[in-house]
């Protein structure tokens, strides 16, 4: 039965011959098609909660990458190896610090990647880049939770036909977590700048006042002081 289901919903992966061409177990295929799975479907709903962390691993692999290159070029293996270490721990810091700015470039930098590999044209890769630079630092919460929602939808799709399930099938199933992850997380997952902006400034140290759900009123976790709520008349 398994096996006619499988014939009728698109081009099947082979398992076997899969593994064998990676020089891998069916087990471990199997292994990896679920840590897929199950890390695809957890962007895809809530990676808009977990993106900081996310771009400072992705400021390290470029800061190391970029590291690796020059140290190569400047002084062979042991200089390419040292400043690969520094140039991840400077990369992750630094997506870390400014993580907004730096989603806003990945976003201009692969913007200009795909139209400049389409039209060959500098100018025109560079118009659209300032575009996706600018709409992605505008709306950064809201292109966050779309990108990871894509990203998850893609990834579970991957780990979907590892486990022998038909192209079609794992397409329809990805496009679905893709457009439910989307929803889940511009719309029932609150902006964090929203939220932050809500909230009033300590008066007695550089911290942001919390919201105390017993009185109603607003304390500074950082320092202690409180604010009591503003009778009204």
Same mark, same amino acid.
């Given at each position: 039965?398994?096996? +006619? ?13 899969? $593994? ?20 695809? #479907?957890?962007? +895809? ?24 290159? #020059? ?14 270490? #520094? ?41 659209? +880049?300032?575009? +996706? ?15 990871? $929602? ?26 679905? #977590? ?56």
């Amino acid at each position: 039965m398994i096996y +006619a289901l499988r014939c009728n919903v698109g081009h099947m992966v082979d398992l076997t011959q899969l $593994a064998s061409n990676l020089g891998v177990s069916e087990g471990i295929l199997l292994i990896i098609a679920a840590v897929a799975i199950v890390l695809g #479907i957890t962007l +895809a709903f809530i990676g808009k909660k977990l993106w900081k962390r996310i771009m400072s691993m992705i400021g390290g692999l470029l800061g190391a990458s970029l590291g690796f290159v #020059i140290g190569l070029s400047l002084g062979g293996e042991l200089a390419a190896l040292i400043l690969t270490v #520094i140039g991840g721990i400077l990369g992750s810091l630094l997506f870390a610090k400014i993580v907004e700015v730096a989603l806003a470039i990945l976003c201009g930098a692969l913007a200009f990647g795909v139209v400049f590999l389409l039209t060959g044209s500098l100018l025109a890769g560079g118009i659209i +880049a300032v575009v +996706a630079f600018v709409i992605c630092f505008l709306f950064v919460e809201k292109v966050v939770g779309i990108l990871m $929602a894509i990203a998850g939808a893609l990834l579970a799709g991957v780990g979907l036909m590892l486990l022998g399930l038909g192209t079609e099938l794992a397409a329809i199933v990805s496009l679905v #977590i893709m457009v439910a992850g989307a929803i889940v997380q511009t719309l029932f997952i609150p902006d964090k700048k929203k939220k932050t902006a809500m909230a009033p400034a300590c008066k007695n140290c550089p911290g942001t006042m919390v919201r105390d759900a017993a009185t109603g009123g607003w304390y500074c976790p950082n320092c202690g002081a409180i604010e009591p709520v503003e009778p009204t008349s």
